[in-house]
Nanobody, 125 residues
Framework: HVQLVESGGGSVQAGGSLRLSCTASGYTYSINCMGWFRQAPGKEREGIAFIHRSGGSAYYADSVKGRFTISQDKAQNTVYLLMNSLNPEDTAMYYC???????????????????WGQGTQVTVS
């Protein structure tokens, strides 16, 4: 089992930046991809950014491409999401997720992910 703990959410003005962190513990050796989903009130959960743990390739939703950057520190079992040029539409609960599938790429589909963090709120005004 893998535990995920997020941090770094908060409130920011439009145009500002935030960095989210997610640290994994437990059976981290089997993690294939880690990344971030977000869910705003009344909307479906959206996969926004993922990184392949071994290969390092990053995958982004069109809604955040060019503004958000995902990175990882494998030694610390931590992924980061740097969010720039934030706008009110980015307001949501952000969830870290990890999958244990044997793929050389990452999916943005929540059904592929086995482990979830508790979420961290991001509010842009």
């Amino acid at each position: 089992h893998v535990q995920l703990v997020e941090s770094g959410g908060g409130s920011v003005q439009a145009g500002g930046s935030l960095r989210l962190s997610c640290t994994a513990s437990g059976y981290t050796y089997s993690i294939n991809c880690m990344g971030w989903f977000r869910q705003a009130p009344g909307k479906e959960r959206e996969g926004i950014a993922f990184i392949h743990r071994s290969g390092g390739s990053a995958y982004y939703a069109d809604s955040v491409k060019g503004r958000f950057t995902i990175s990882q520190d494998k030694a610390q079992n931590t992924v980061y999401l740097l969010m720039n040029s934030l706008n009110p539409e980015d307001t949501a609960m952000y969830y870290c997720a990890a999958d244990h599938n044997v793929r050389s790429w990452c999916l943005l589909d929540s059904n592929a992910y086995d482990n979830w963090g508790q979420g961290t709120q991001v509010t842009v005004s």
